[in-house]
């Protein structure tokens, strides 16, 4: 009926904007998916610079209601980017309110349309920072979420219980369209349990379990006023009729009283026997003691910490089909212009984890890598995509823990930045996001990048191999991790040292290893160009090796180093290796980087 209205008003007021949307609307919601597409290309335009912000909102459920996921984050960004009214403003955030929490709903309330892109940038990629995924995952799983909330959990009236309203009291409620099964819903997903109990005497009831490393989340959800609109409630005796609290004695030999009580009773031990698996035995308590104070007292202590949990944290799921077992690496060097900084992005797979194709020449498979930086406003500064396709007769599988390697490069300005990771393999893959802070390699100060963790270091004429630095091949550990029997070799650059009357640079090297976590005593053995052992520590808790040094530089005002490290008899743990440069050509002078790695039987 409505859809036979709004092609009626189509048909008399002409291709009016409100009218088309609306159109757009109700097809997408009867399933007609091409007929919702096309209505919304007669408003927006194929030129993103000029797209409808509201067609375009529209063309991201569809697109997710196909599984096209790339290209409904290409029509989010390119909405919000043309976002210039109050009107698309306020659509785009009410599709996400029910995540925001009170400093965004601030923040929003003073936020101008010219202004919407930094909005909601920081607003979803703060979100998949902190969930551990890569920038848009979490807008896609919000917006698949909605076509499920859509379907299951519009409600009518749209109100919270008052019983919870102080630990949600910033939740604008009128502009809420689901009941809270739905607001739930949009942040966690689906429960990992559901259990509900129908009988006499008891309002519709159900609740929702999520399974988490420190303490579950319990929701009780209890249809008040009617099965369309399930709210939460702080305690299970809410579904039970004219309940009349806790504090009804049952002492008295004469209790129950009378056949009301009786039946209500009766009601509260079914529903009780219906979640005796839940909620650490709380409920196996009221079953027996149906009015018991303190087990009632529990119970909603119990469910209010779930409560409060549940409204100011987020759940996603895995967006892959399988975990990929995977590491990565940033190393920073000098960059090529002034003060900037080269960083080097490692990734590494395990063979044993490398799923792969065969054919007439060999084994082929591919490891694609992404790196995206960020800064502080959470504006995008570089963007890297590798994709390296692998051929080789040797099975990747045979490799074990020997890891894939991958290599990207990037030059940042000096300063605070987050950072995303994505590492797939086939249908497999993991994601990584952290904070760093990349420093200046100023010109004229003594410096050295950071410590370049390797399995392997060798001289090598060779200039084709992308982990050649100048004459050294020196293949990362993107993992950190070294099994007792290898050797653990490290690499770093030295800038600025001062020359003496020849060109060349004295320094002094002081390396120090320290036991950080440790199961026994820890000691090891140093080697300097692999030829000879040059310093080792007495078996105590440090490693510490001092070498004086005389070269010339091998680049611009810069020379070398590499070390191998005997683990050969240390035990498991987390280890720290410093370096220490002085430059004795101008006392005075020096400069330390740290790094940790594992070593792991």
Request: proline residues 4%; glycine residues 6%.
């Amino acid at each position: 009926m409505a859809l036979e209205h709004m092609t009626k008003a189509r048909e008399l007021g002409g291709e009016h904007k409100d009218i088309l949307l609306k159109l757009a609307v109700l097809h997408t919601a009867l399933g007609d998916l091409s007929k919702a597409e096309q209505i919304l290309s007669q408003i927006g335009s194929e030129n993103e610079e000029k797209a409808d912000p509201l067609a375009n909102f529209e063309l991201v459920k569809i697109s997710i209601h196909r599984g096209e996921y790339n290209v409904a984050l290409r029509y989010y960004w390119a909405g919000v980017k043309t976002i210039s009214t109050e009107e698309e403003l306020k659509a785009y955030f009410n599709e996400a309110m029910v995540l925001a929490d009170a400093q965004e709903h601030q923040q929003f309330a003073e936020t101008l349309p010219e202004e919407a892109e930094q909005f909601f940038r920081a607003f979803w990629l703060r979100r998949d920072h902190e969930l551990g995924l890569f920038p848009g995952m979490r807008i896609i799983q919000h917006y698949y979420r909605i076509n499920v909330a859509d379907s299951l959990y519009r409600a009518p009236f749209r109100s919270r219980s008052p019983a919870i309203m102080p630990v949600v009291e910033y939740f604008p409620e009128e502009s809420v369209p689901y009941d809270d099964r739905g607001v739930i819903y949009l942040r966690h997903g689906e429960p990992d349990i559901s259990v509900s109990h129908v009988g006499e005497g008891l309002h519709p009831n159900i609740t929702w379990i999520y399974y988490r490393n420190g303490e579950d989340l319990i929701l009780n959800f209890i249809a008040l006023r009617g099965i369309h609109e399930y709210q939460l409630v702080s305690s299970l005796d809410a579904a039970v009729m004219n309940f009349r609290g806790i504090f009804a004695s049952n002492a008295d030999e004469n209790f129950p009283a009378n056949a009301e009580e009786s039946f209500r009773l009766r009601a509260m031990k079914e529903l009780y026997s219906s979640r005796l698996e839940i909620a650490r035995g709380i409920y196996f308590r009221l079953l027996n003691n149906p009015y018991d104070p303190f087990a009632h007292l529990d119970e909603y202590e119990e469910n209010i910490t779930s409560l409060k949990t549940a409204l100011a944290t987020e759940s996603v799921t895995s967006p892959y089909l399988r975990q990929l077992n995977s590491f990565y690496d940033l190393v920073e060097f000098r960059g090529k212009g002034d003060g900037k900084s080269r960083l080097e992005f490692f990734s590494g797979v395990p063979g044993s984890d490398i799923s792969y194709n065969t054919g007439k020449d060999g084994y082929h498979y591919d490891v694609a890598c992404q790196l995206e930086i960020y800064d502080q406003q959470w504006r995008q500064v570089e963007r890297l995509e590798e994709v390296e396709q692998h051929q080789s007769s040797i099975n990747p599988k045979d490799l074990m823990d020997r890891l894939v390697v991958g290599l990207g490069k990037i030059d940042l300005d000096p300063g605070d930045y987050y950072y995303f990771v994505k590492i797939q393999n086939g249908r497999a893959g993991a994601n990584f996001n952290g904070k760093i802070h990349v420093d200046s390699f100023a010109s004229d100060s003594l410096q050295a990048s950071q410590i370049l963790t390797a399995r392997d270091i060798f001289h090598s004429p060779a200039d084709t191999n992308k982990f050649k630095r100048f004459n050294l091949e020196v293949y990362p550990q993107p993992s950190r991790i070294f099994h007792p029997s290898e050797k653990m070799y490290a690499y770093q650059e030295i800038y600025n040292l001062t020359p003496d009357d020849e060109g060349n640079y004295n320094y002094r090297l002081t390396y120090t290893i320290t036991l950080v976590k440790r199961d026994r005593n820890v000691f090891g053995r140093i080697y300097d160009s692999f030829k000879f052992i040059i310093g080792a520590g007495s078996g105590g808790e440090q490693v510490v090796l001092a070498v004086e040094k005389k070269k010339a530089p091998v680049d611009h005002k810069m020379v070398h180093e590499d070390v191998a490290i005997d683990i050969s008899e240390n035990p498991d743990g987390l280890y720290e290796l410093s370096i220490k440069v002085e430059d004795l050509n101008n006392s005075g002078r020096t400069f330390q980087r740290n790094t940790r790695f594992f070593v792991h039987q």
